[in-house]
């Protein structure tokens, strides 16, 4: 040893045919002073085996970092089975960093990646590199996440053709800890494939999440960043992407860029909401052919406390379905501020089948916006658009722009029970048609408030009055519904004049036409 530091030595492995480790054995190259960890090298090989609890092990539990482990020119990989790959650190130095240059590679059976870190020192980095398929199955973790003041490390898979995350499998390069010196940012999750990304399964899950700090200054305890890049991404079957934060860091984003079809399905989860003081992520599906959201998958970007709620983007260039109780959460039950939603650019937007878009506010904040924009039709069946308030805090807004939008037994709705706010903006070049009791409300009780306004322009507004469709404009000082054209609708004066079963406009200020037709007249 030099200057009293004892550095762990190399171990490389080599053979043309086949590497094969198992029946619990140890390569090590750790150490427990201030010495780094050493390096472990396979390599040159078409088949690489590694199961049955074997231990690759290049961690300290001093002062030094972590060594390396490097896996490069195999043809395929597979690792299963108790394994547990090391460069981790429990004292004061960083974690080593995992790499892997293969063609293909499973990682399945409880097996670890594990370049985490539990004290001032920063995780390592793992990064995976396919030609072909990357696999984690069946309680398969890829870890770089921190539990002390060090930052979490980055995880990167890149450069395959597929990689599939699914039964358990875990990657989590954020924060954990719940001790004082716990301030550490979360690290980020990057996937990058050409054709496929699935990440599938219950207790699937990617986390770059903030968790816990009890000490935070500036730039301390963020939550990373996780992003996707395919052709096709697939989340579903309770599987959950959470960069959230609890702590007073800000929560990190979320990215889905898929160049044919982005898709959430069956439970699916998108987190990126606060319930500390710091702000919320971003969750952004952008760039992307067509979007599915299906079988009550849901993407969270609210909070519950002082921190404001992050925004959900969703750009697509063809259409967006949201269907089958799905829900887009940016709500506020606290002091933060909601978020913002934004579905914008496709030809199509649909939302069916108890669908939620939700921007409302529960406590003192302000409600968000949500905001839809489609070149041809906004379609919203037997679901609700919501920015109300339910607390001191004003609602916000909804804002429609298209070609043609149609409400059939759907509820869009800006109320703030005992606030300000409360508007909606609709823009249909055509017309927006109501049907099977859908309603309309934009409704300001507050003191002295004059908002509580629809504008419904440049396209007409239609309905039947045989069935129960109403607009209600209401507010203190306001409460003004202006429009185009409206045919089919019944103008009552008064809110108490709404009646039953019949097609109303009731305001509690004027209805401003443009176009000089009676509303009462109907069409079928």
């Known amino acids: 040893c030099s200057n009293q530091r004892c550095d762990g030595g190399n171990i490389t492995l080599a053979s043309g045919a086949r590497i094969a480790l198992g029946d619990q054995a140890l390569v090590s190259a750790e150490t427990i002073g201030p010495g780094s960890g050493g390096k472990i090298v396979l390599k040159n090989s078409e088949q690489l085996n590694i199961r049955s609890d074997v231990t690759l092990n290049v961690g300290t539990s001093g002062s030094g970092n972590g060594g390396s482990i490097v896996v490069e020119n195999i043809d395929n990989a597979v690792i299963t089975g108790g394994v547990d790959i090391n460069t981790s650190t429990s004292g004061d130095g960083d974690g080593g960093n995992i790499r892997f240059a293969v063609g293909s590679i499973r990682i399945s059976n409880n097996a670890n990646l594990d370049a985490s870190t539990e ?172 979007v599915n959201i299906q079988g009550g998958a849901t993407i969270n970007s609210g909070t519950s406390n002082l921190g404001n709620g992050g925004p959900i983007i969703i750009r697509a260039s063809d259409d967006i379905e949201i269907r089958d109780k799905s829900q887009l959460n940016a709500s506020t039950n606290s002091g933060g501020r909601g978020g913002n939603i934004t579905i914008s650019d496709a030809s199509e937007t649909r939302l069916a089948q108890d669908v939620e878009l939700t921007a409302s506010t529960t406590g003192t904040g302000q409600g968000g916006v949500v905001n839809l924009q489609s070149t041809d039709l906004i379609d919203i069946d037997n679901s609700q658009v919501n920015v109300s308030s339910e607390g001191a805090g004003d609602a916000g807004r909804v804002i429609m722009a298209t070609e043609i939008i149609e409400l059939d037994h759907s509820e869009v709705s800006a109320v703030a029970d005992s606030a300000q706010g409360g508007n909606i903006l609709l823009s249909p070049q055509r017309y927006v048609r109501l049907r099977n009791r859908s309603f309309i409300s934009a409704v300001s009780d507050g003191a002295g408030s004059a908002d509580g306004d629809i504008t419904i322009k440049p396209g007409i507004t239609v309905t039947s009055w045989q069935e129960d469709r109403d607009i209600l404009a209401a507010s203190e000082n306001s409460g003004n519904v202006q429009a185009s054209a409206i045919l089919g609708f019944q103008i009552q004066g008064d809110p108490a004049d709404r009646r039953e079963g019949l097609s109303d406009i009731t305001t509690t200020g004027d209805v401003f036409l443009d176009v000089d037709i009676d509303p009462s007249r109907w069409l079928n």
């Open 119 to 290: 004290d001032d020192g920063d995780g390592g980095n793992i990064r995976l590199r396919a030609t072909d398929t990357v696999n984690l199955t069946t309680g398969a973790q890829v870890n770089t996440n921190t539990t002390g003041a060090g930052a979490g490390g980055n995880v990167r898979i890149v450069d395959a053709e597929s990689v599939l995350a699914r039964n358990g499998a875990i990657i989590s390069s954020g924060t954990t800890g719940s001790e004082i010196t716990s301030s550490g940012n979360g690290g980020n999750i990057f996937i990058q494939a050409t054709d496929d990304i699935a990440i599938q399964g219950e207790n699937t899950q990617l986390s770059s999440s903030s968790r816990e700090q009890q000490e935070c200054s500036e730039a301390l305890c963020n939550g990373g960043n996780i992003r996707l890049t395919a052709e096709n991404i697939l989340v579903s079957e309770d599987a959950v992407l959470d960069a959230s934060t609890e702590s007073a860091g800000l929560g990190g984003n979320i990215r889905l860029r898929a160049t044919d079809t982005a898709t959430l399905a069956a439970g699916a989860q998108l987190n990126t909401n606060t319930s500390g003081l710091g702000l919320g992520g971003a969750v952004r599906i952008v760039d992307t052919g067509s």
